[in-house]
């Protein structure tokens, strides 16, 4: 059984249903070797999205694949969406149909409170890489495969398993290539959600964020 999110033998023995087998339990790290991370933690982690190089490169120079930004709550995504219109209005980074004379937005915001309808749209938009940075809720989470090649974790999730998966979407089959992922914890910003006990704290303590994080 291969699992991110059962993380020890009593868990696994609630879901599988029995106890007095001779189970034996192997840990293995994800092999993930085409993915580099980075973390920005402390109180010099960037505090706003656009701070952030990447998410420039995303929108103007980046032509392979897309930019997932993982958020912890909708406001938060709502914000971040709003800073990436503002700055692509700024800019002239938005297109315009001619025949409808509607904006084609590089960036779309997909979460849990959209209809089916515009979520299926979204999706649909990020597969034929008509989108340049997708900021996501859990929404996005496991199930889903999209030509991402860059991700960036706004705050890290409570739960190491949510880490796990939600990092987990950059680079993978069968898409090929090299993806980036970048966590950033900023304690004014996110300092909140990680309890004191929390083993997320773990990820922010590890000599190696890859093999932490893993």
């Known amino acids: 059984m291969h699992s991110a999110t059962v993380q ?10 029995r106890k007095n087998s ?7 790290v994800p092999d993930r070797s085409n993915l580099t991370y980075f973390l920005y933690e402390g109180k ?9 190089p990447i998410i420039h490169l995303s929108l103007e120079e980046f032509d392979d694949g897309l930019t997932l930004v993982y958020v912890q709550s909708i406001q938060e995504g709502s914000e971040i969406f709003i800073s990436i219109v503002s700055h692509c209005e700024e800019n002239k980074l938005i297109g315009f149909s001619s025949r409808e004379a509607k904006p084609n937005l590089p960036v ?12 299926i749209e979204i999706i649909e938009k990020a597969s034929a890489n008509e989108l340049k940075i997708l900021v996501a809720t859990s929404a996005a989470g496991c199930g889903i495969n999209l030509p991402i090649v860059r991700f960036v974790g706004w705050g890290l999730d409570r739960q190491p398993s949510g880490i796990i998966q939600s990092q987990g979407r950059t680079a993978r089959s069968p898409f090929t290539g090299e993806g980036i992922v970048i966590w950033v914890h ?4 996110h300092g909140r959600r990680l309890p004191v006990t929390s083993k997320v704290r773990e990820v922010l303590q590890g000599s190696c964020f890859r093999k932490t994080s893993n």
Do not use: C, R
């Open 8 to 17: 020890s033998i009593e868990m696994l023995f609630q879901l599988v249903g």
């Open 22 to 28: 001779a189970w034996s339990t192997q840990v293995l």
């Open 44 to 52: 010099d982690a960037p505090d706003h999205i656009m701070q952030l």
């Open 108 to 119: 779309a915001f997909l979460h849990s409170n959209l209809t089916e309808e515009k979520k």
């Open 186 to 189: 900023n304690p004014k910003l």
